[in-house]
C-alpha cells in the first residue's frame, strides 16, 4: 500500500521556519522524482520545490528561492522541506508529491494528504 505522509505543519509567525517531513512507504522512493506542491484558499495548487531521484538537481519556485530548501533521504524513504523566513503568503496546505518517469513522461504519481503551514502572527 503506497503511503506519503506528511508532517512538521503548523502556526508560525514571520520570520520564523519550519521543516516538512514527508515519509514515504509502499513503493520504491528512491527512483522517483518528489516534490513539495502548495496550496492557498481560493488558488490553484503550486510546485513549491522539487529534487531529483539521486538528489543532484533541485529546482524552486522563485517566490521561495533563497528561503526554503528541499532535501531527501533514500535511506530513510523520506523527504524534507526546511523554510526559513516565512511570510504570511507561504500559507498554504502543503502536499507531498511523487512521480516516475519513463522517458520524460510520468507513469506513475502519488500525493500526500497534505499538511496545513500557517503564517501570521
Known amino acids: 500500500q503506497v503511503q506519503l505522509v506528511e508532517s512538521g505543519g503548523g502556526l508560525v509567525q514571520p520570520g520564523g521556519s519550519l521543516r516538512l517531513s514527508c515519509a514515504a512507504s509502499?513503493?520504491?522512493?528512491?527512483?522517483?522524482?518528489m516534490s513539495w506542491y502548495r496550496q492557498a484558499p481560493g488558488k490553484e495548487r503550486e510546485l513549491v520545490a522539487g529534487i531529483a531521484s539521486a538528489a543532484r538537481n533541485t529546482n524552486y519556485a522563485d517566490s521561495v528561492k533563497g528561503r526554503f530548501t528541499i532535501s531527501r533521504d533514500n535511506f530513510k524513504n523520506t523527504l524534507y522541506l526546511q523554510m526559513n523566513s516565512l511570510k504570511p503568503e507561504d500559507t498554504a496546505v502543503y502536499y507531498c508529491?511523487?512521480?516516475?518517469?519513463?522517458?520524460?513522461?510520468?507513469?506513475?504519481?502519488?500525493w500526500g494528504q497534505g499538511t496545513q503551514v500557517t503564517v501570521s502572527s
Open positions: 509502499g513503493f520504491t522512493f528512491s527512483n522517483y522524482v
Open positions: 508529491n511523487a512521480i516516475l518517469l519513463k522517458d520524460y513522461e510520468i507513469v506513475i504519481q502519488y
